[in-house]
């Protein structure tokens, strides 16, 4: 950890803070196949006893401890020098502990698609691939919504794994490329939820009075708060009903108030 501190300082000299030059990043909103439904009944909250269950993700948390410790030493040794610590430092140095850890534990993977095959439906922050025989969706996130930190997804993570179980969320690992000795490696954060089957968007009415009956306030059409957490991205591409009626929120961006 302290001699990629140590090489976060070397560059920054060397490079005059030139390795934080942002990746060109390129996002592709890839149309939804699902039918929109029209029929405006209460959505059932089953779901939420019935699928509830403890996180047990382990390799999130020891990444989340790696990553805070990482920060913590980096602040006191920033601090020590004299030198603002800023969001592209921890993004950069974030980047780094991140490559690092996933090639020494063997969790970077080179290609998403050896872990499913592509599919139709994706967004601004996913790229997506299932597996049929597993039945489990594979998403490769490129931190658009975590503001480039891989802290701040598995934060979200965490409350999103609280707060609808039935549509958990598994870290599994890393992709990207390295860019350089010079640069931060490019990093996305690999996870896995249970596919939903034959289901179709919820309709706004439906995410509304979902979100209602446990325990949120409406914001406006896509955020809610129970005012500890706010919800948000909840347009109906991001929340599904199964053929029983069940609500999942298959994707959100969920903070702290």
């Known amino acids: 950890m302290r001699k990629t501190i ?3 300082f070397q560059w920054k000299i060397a490079d005059k803070l030139a390795f934080l030059t942002k990746f060109e990043r390129n996002f592709s909103l890839i149309k939804c196949n699902f039918v929109e439904d029209n029929e405006h009944e209460i959505p059932k909250r089953g779901t939420q006893k019935k699928f509830r269950r403890s996180d047990k993700d382990a390799l999130r948390t020891y990444i989340a401890h790696r990553l805070q410790q990482g920060i ?15 969001h592209h430092e921890q993004e950069d140095l974030e980047m780094r502990i991140i490559f690092d850890i996933a090639k020494d534990e063997s969790i970077w993977i080179d290609d998403l698609y050896l872990l499913g095959k592509p599919t139709l439906v994706g967004g601004h922050e996913n790229t997506l691939a299932l597996d049929d025989t597993t039945g489990f969706l594979y998403k490769s ?9 891989v802290s701040n997804l ?21 992709t990207g490329f390295d860019n350089g000795k010079c640069h931060a490696p490019y990093i996305e954060v690999i996870y896995k939820q249970q596919y939903v089957d034959n289901a179709i968007q919820a309709t706004p009415i439906e995410i509304r009075d979902f979100m209602l009956a446990i325990g949120f306030k409406q914001i406006d059409e896509t955020r809610y708060t129970n005012d500890v ?21 298959v994707d959100d961006i969920v903070t702290l108030v």
């Not at 913590?72 to 800023?86: D, Y």
């Not at 996130?141 to 930190?149: C, D, I, M, P, R």
């Open 154 to 174: 598995l934060k979200q993570i965490n409350l999103h794994n609280e707060l609808f179980p039935e549509t958990y969320c598994e870290l599994v690992g890393f």
């Open 229 to 249: 957490i706010i919800v948000a991205d909840l347009y109906p591409r991001n929340v599904l009903k199964d053929m029983h009626g069940y609500i999942y929120v």
């Open 72 to 86: 913590e030493t980096a602040k006191e040794e920033f601090e020590r020098r004299q030198i603002l610590f800023s």
């Open 6 to 8: 140590q090489k976060l």
């Open 141 to 149: 996130n490129n931190l658009f919504n975590a503001k480039f930190l």
